[in-house]
């Protein structure tokens, strides 16, 4: 009976309000956008608004184009599923007409509350926000608006190809900016704060997010960062570089004279055809636009976002679908096996020793530089590493890329996050609430949490199976070995 008043009621009001203004949005799952007025759902203390368009479909003409405003309406909509992935070999349903955003509120609660907004990663050629291990509700029931992005992938989202008119790449960038863009212009229909925005990601999703904290373009349109195992030294490509790239690509296709008119399957072959020969065919480029510098040379130069941010890497950031990307680092960094024993004498099989070398000098030793640098900036940085394993996962714990994203969603029983037990919650709970204050404040600490100190010479947050607790990082020595390789 409640939900068919809210809903009537919703209609009376939807009818003779302005769009995209703040309403009180408590009472009633709907909001107002220049889309149209959009009807959520309502699951238990959380409603959710799904597959909203933030900007029109870029297919057809608009395919490798700079995304475009959507259409001005005010139709009621329901926004009860979520929309199409973004187009990748690896999801049959996947649709090039993929860029909408998913919001997750609390229901009965007004705003301004503060915002977080989710970018996926999927090393830029995979993922979506749909998801079920992203749903928001776990964090909006502690009273946060959370938003959760799909932008352009692979050749759609990166490919620089002479033959098209606008050949600079970085649309897969440009779309996370338009959905920022469009939280920035709407989120206050839904209750959320405008200028309490945090953006938080994983991977591609954190390199995302640090590449918008260099750009100029993005730099208004979010006040805290959250980077989740970001593989900070890692050097774009030039325009060079990916122009060449673009060239394979269309011989891949055949030499087709007109790219946007290919069909979408023989762009994912093409694509795939490339992917074989290297995993990083599709990446962000230095377009000199929005990308105009590697990120660790940024943050050594001052020029990213002096705002608060939390930093940090996995104790294993390996997994099945990155051995490759785990033999590349080992051949390219010249270190014989004999260093390698060094480094890690408790190791005996290699396997464990490349997999320990990759993490450290991939996302533990970056992580630590960036944290460094920022502070150094003068803005506030928090450090962390987890290496909290799952009590179920245990007697065998390999595989750790990715393990806090269910942590800090609290999501179980879902592809990619199993059933928890009750230390896994309460760990979960607390990681959340890390999350949750910074969110509100800048500053994780809060009641009935370890102290979280703020990054320091070598002091960072350690989530382990035995205790939460700041302390100086144990790897510290292992670290500065492997930052002085990474100079030379």
């Not at 709907?30 to 203390?45: H, N, P, S």
């Not at 502070?375 to 065998?396: K, L, M, N, W």
Request: hydrophobic share 40%; charged share 20%.
């Amino acid at each position: 009976m409640r939900s068919l008043l809210a809903l009537v009621a919703a209609c009376a009001v939807l009818c003779c309000a302005p769009s995209a203004v703040a309403q009180p949005v408590g009472q009633f799952p709907f909001a107002l956008t220049r889309e149209g007025q959009m009807l959520g759902a309502v699951e238990g203390e959380v409603a959710s608004f799904k597959g909203l368009a933030y900007a029109a479909p870029p297919v057809g003409a608009l395919r490798w184009r700079p995304p475009q405003p959507t259409t001005e309406s005010s139709e009621m909509r329901t926004a009860y599923n979520y929309a199409a992935p973004c187009l990748q070999p690896s999801l049959q349903d996947s649709s090039e007409d993929c860029l909408t955003l998913n919001v997750f509120r609390p229901f009965g609660v007004d705003g301004p509350l503060p915002v977080m907004v989710f970018i996926h990663g999927g090393a830029f050629v995979s993922g979506t926000a749909s998801d079920p291990l992203f749903d928001g509700a776990r964090l909006a029931q502690a009273g946060l608006i959370v938003v959760t992005v799909n932008y352009r992938l692979g050749a759609l989202g990166w490919l620089a190809q002479p033959a098209l008119s606008d050949s600079g790449g970085n649309y897969g960038l440009m779309d996370q900016i338009a959905a920022l863009h469009w939280v920035h212009d709407n989120i206050a229909a839904f209750g959320g704060d405008p200028d309490n925005v945090t953006l938080f990601g994983r991977d591609a999703g954190a390199t995302s997010i640090a590449l918008l904290m260099l750009s100029a373009q993005s730099r208004d349109l979010f006040q805290k960062a959250i980077l989740q195992s970001v593989p900070g030294r890692t050097r774009l490509r030039s325009v060079q570089e990916a122009q060449a790239v673009g060239r394979q690509f269309a011989a891949a296709l055949g030499g087709e004279a007109d790219l946007r008119a290919a069909e979408p399957r023989r762009l994912l072959a093409a694509e795939k055809q490339l992917l074989e020969k290297s995993s990083r065919s599709f990446v962000p480029i230095m377009d000199g636009r929005l990308a105009t510098e590697d990120i660790a040379l940024g943050f050594a130069a001052g020029h990213q976002s002096r705002i608060p941010l939390i930093i940090g890497s996995n104790d294993d950031e390996t997994g099945f679908d990155n051995e490759s990307d785990l033999e590349e680092e080992l051949a390219s960094s010249g270190i014989a096996g004999d260093e390698l024993r060094k480094l890690y004498p408790d190791l005996a099989r290699p396997s464990d020793l490349a997999a320990r070398f990759y993490t450290d000098k991939v996302f533990s030793e970056p992580a630590r530089l960036l944290a460094r640098l920022h502070v150094a900036s003068g803005a506030p940085a928090f450090r962390y590493r987890f290496v909290y394993v799952p009590e179920a996962r245990r007697a065998d714990p390999e595989g750790g890329r990715g393990r806090e994203l269910q942590f800090i969603f609290g999501a179980e029983g879902v592809p990619g996050a199993g059933i928890l037990s009750r230390r896994d919650r309460a760990v979960a709970s607390r990681m959340r609430a890390y999350w949750i204050n910074f969110a509100r404040s800048g500053d994780p600490n809060g009641p009935d949490l370890p102290r979280w100190d703020a990054a320091g010479g070598d002091r960072l947050l350690l989530i382990t199976n035995d205790r939460i607790a700041s302390d100086d990082d144990p790897l510290a020595e292992r670290l500065d070995r492997l930052a002085g390789e990474g100079r030379k």
